[in-house]
């Protein structure tokens, strides 16, 4: 059946914490460098939220807190919220639920999903799927972490990559079939749990002094494997969307990567035949906010998307989860 509306995002607006972890710091707690760290992955800094008791949800909810002002909408009027995250407030209730309490959303349902970096472009393409059917007109889409929580300051290998953030999202239906949500293509492997994962806290490991001892709640990577996937899936897939509308370069405004490397974004242009100035890039500032990167840079460079622009966003992390959306800005 083909679908009579399309989801298109009607406002976006971003909490970021105030400390900046720069590089110069962290060359202080762990044997690093800026040249190392600007040239294996391309950071200079990450937002970080230090303060105790502040988890996922407070950022969440000041993003939403200025999305509902900016885009004038009550929170009676939301139908639904959906928080992508990693790293949520607590294993349950759902970080949504808390979001909500916090914000006054109070005749909606919602909760959250866990798809690694590919947070964002899963949960959009779930979303999507919900104004499609008819079956909401308002959904607040979070995406949010506080991947400083789980990362072990003392592991050179990973704790230069994470940053803190939160973004959010209202999307709604429009009627002209030409813009917004268009397709998707996603997939997820299993073999990705060997390389990217936090072992305890869950099921499988519950908290013991002994996981405790053993560093076993924070984020373990293998980085070259995880890159070596991430470099081929996130570019194929890329380029089997382009494949798929028969877009060439030119026809392609805008591709908006998950940042996690420098290094793994080029390629992806690269093998898109796109020029730098159509690959946006904020990673410097930011770092990698899993799940949150994408809609960081949505946000970031809203001021220079028209009505209509042709947008790629491709993702891949943990798990693995990896995808793209071919997407048309709507306002
Ligand atoms: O977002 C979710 C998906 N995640 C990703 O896409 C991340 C994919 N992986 C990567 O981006 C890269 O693998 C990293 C940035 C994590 C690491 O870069 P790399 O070029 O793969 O470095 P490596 O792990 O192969 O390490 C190369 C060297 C090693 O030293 P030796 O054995 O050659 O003497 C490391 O010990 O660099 C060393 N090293 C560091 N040196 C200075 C590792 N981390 C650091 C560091 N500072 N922070």
Known sequence: METERRAVITGIEAFLPDYILTNEELSTMVDTSDEWIMSRIGIKQRHIL?????GTSYMGAEAVKKLLKSTGTKPEEVDMLICATVSPDMLFPATANIICDKVGILNAWGYDINAGCSGFIFSFDTVRSFIE??????IVLVCGERMSGMVDYQDRSTCPIF????????IEPTTDLS????????????IGRHYLYQTAGGSLYPPTQKTVAERL???????????????????????EMMDKHNLTPDDIAFLI??????????????????????????????????????????????????KGDTMILSAFGAGFTWGSILYRWAY
């Open 133 to 138: 059917l008819g079956r909401a007109r308002k």
């Open 217 to 239: 709640h924070y984020i373990h990577q293998e980085g070259q494997p995880v890159f070596k996937y991430a470099v081929s899936r996130m570019a194929d897939v890329s380029v």
């Open 179 to 190: 813009l917004g949500f268009q397709d998707s293509i996603m997939h997820v492997d299993g």
């Open 50 to 54: 230090k303060e105790d008791g502040l």
């Open 163 to 170: 940053g803190d953030g939160a973004v959010a999202m209202l």
């Open 257 to 306: 990567p998950h940042q996690a490397n420098l290094r793994i974004i080029d390629a992806t242009g690269r093998r898109m035949g796109l020029p730098n100035e159509k690959i946006l890039i904020n990673i410097e500032k930011f770092g990698n906010i899993a799940g949150t990167s994408i809609p960081m840079v949505l946000w970031d460079f809203k001021d220079r998307f028209k």
